[in-house]
């Protein structure tokens, strides 16, 4: 057992219990609750309710020592005021839907300091650090509360001065809605008054399978390469929805030292990050006339690919094993995040549609050598721009909704977790500030998104 987490204790400044499900509550709790029960409760959506086992954490590190009065107030302010953040969810009797229902919330239930062996943090900050998050993985959530919390450890890292871990259970929201909110509770370092500078509006217009119709004087040749385009996406398509049913049902990846042989409820996971040039990744990209996705997949293509051989042992180079990945991916309008931060800066965050619009799709993995690295990213431009020529991650989502309509909650976690356990890799990435900011007064060095809950690697 590690040493900061065999010493480490719930206990808390803040708060003087354990992390665990409360089932009753005071008197002003139940007439404040009471109150706000009154306003009309939304209806947990179908993806939520397929992600209940799912949490996102997300490390912050900071450039100063934590201000507590300025973080709790910056929170109350901010972050705490979202519908979904002052939202717990509460099972209809007569039909069992659950439903987003608004509670009061206590900042002293979601702020935590723990206690840390100190002579395990003096030795190694960094693995504290570490532990204590992977820690988080056993520790269930409270469904009395709104389901979201911030962890202080408010110590120095080779990395930063203090570090804050936020954990929220993934049914307030996908990647895009948190950034969202995150962007919205910000401030430009540069300027503390303003919002942070957002990330450019997208060049691409409509769909990633779009295919814009060539103009006349293009020639008979050019429309008949793009009423072929169109044979060639419904082709994909059908070989991609082939696919997915195949997994659900019989066909597995093989075993690797990637997958995880037991999956317990409440299994430490480790939870790591590493941060890179984006300046070099833009380099690349440049180069080699492929996008930035294209090349973070192939840094992931060769970094699984280096620590395979190296612990496993593996002296066969030229092999070549076929992984695959379930890749995340957001259906909302790629203006969605200007247009919601909008909203929420001029004061109707209520418009704000929260929760869940994910698809997914099967990404291959290849786990090989090359003597040219780039190699790496000129297979993942390949798998990735055959994925794009699919309607595979609107199926995906769409089949998610009818079969929870017409099979049930049951029926539908049943399918979703065969098709993550026959797989070995779950992979996403979001867009982040384009500039220095401030959360709470605080100046943020980086910002590390992850999560746990699937079994298997994240």
């Not at 090989?368 to 990735?384: C, E, F, S």
């Not at 099979?407 to 779950?426: E, Q, V, W």
């Amino acid at each position: 057992m590690d040493a900061a987490a065999a010493t480490m204790t719930t206990t808390t400044t803040l708060r003087k219990r354990q992390l665990t499900v409360r089932t009753t509550r005071s008197a002003e709790e139940e007439n404040a609750a009471g109150k706000l029960a009154a306003e009309p409760a939304e209806p947990v959506s179908p993806s939520a309710r397929l992600v209940e086992d799912f949490y996102i954490v997300v490390v912050i590190g900071l450039a100063t020592p934590v201000n507590l009065p300025a973080a709790r107030s910056g929170i109350a302010a901010q972050l705490a005021r979202y519908p979904r953040f002052r939202s717990i969810q509460v099972t209809d009797d007569a039909g069992g839907n659950p439903r987003w229902v608004r509670t009061t919330v206590n900042l002293d239930d979601h702020i935590i300091y723990p206690r840390l062996d100190a002579e395990a943090v003096a030795a190694n900050p960094d693995k504290a650090v570490e532990d204590y998050v992977a820690s988080l993985s056993t520790m269930p959530m409270d469904e009395s509360r709104p389901l979201w919390e911030f962890h202080v450890l408010d110590f120095p890292t080779s990395e930063a001065t203090a570090t804050t871990a936020i954990r929220v259970h993934h049914s307030l929201g996908d990647g895009m809605s948190l950034l969202t909110l995150l962007m919205a509770c910000t401030r430009s370092a540069a300027d503390p008054t303003m919002l942070p500078a957002m990330p450019p509006l997208p060049t691409r217009k409509g769909a990633i399978y779009a295919r814009p119709r060539p103009p006349a004087s293009a020639g008979a040749l050019a429309f008949a390469a793009w009423v072929w385009s169109f044979f060639v996406l419904a082709w994909h398509t059908v070989v991609d929805v082939a696919s997915f049913f195949a997994t659900t049902m019989f066909l597995k990846d093989p075993p690797t030292l990637f997958k995880r042989v037991k999956h317990g409820e409440f299994q430490r996971k480790r939870i790591v990050h590493r941060g890179l040039s984006l300046d070099d990744v833009k380099f690349v990209k440049n180069a080699m006339n492929c996008t930035v996705n294209d090349v973070l997949v192939g840094i992931t293509y060769a970094a699984l690919s280096r620590y395979y051989f190296r612990k496993s042992g593996d002296t066969d180079t030229d092999r070549d094993l076929r992984l695959r990945s379930i890749l995340l991916v957001n259906l909302r309008p790629t203006t969605s995040l200007h247009a919601c931060v909008d909203m929420i800066n001029s004061g109707r965050e209520n418009e704000v549609k929260w929760g869940n619009a994910l698809g997914f799709i099967i990404l291959p993995f290849h786990i090989g050598t090359h003597k040219d690295p780039l190699d790496y990213v000129r297979k993942a431009k390949q798998v990735v721009d055959r994925k794009k020529s699919s309607l595979e991650v609107v199926f995906t989502h769409v089949a998610a909704e009818v079969i929870l309509k017409c099979l049930g909650l049951k029926a539908a976690a049943a399918i979703f977790h065969r098709m993550i356990s026959h797989t070995t890799i779950s992979f996403s990435n979001m867009i982040g500030p384009v500039e220095q900011v401030e959360f709470c007064g605080h100046p943020v060095v980086y910002i590390a998104p992850s999560g746990y809950g699937p079994p298997e690697v994240s």
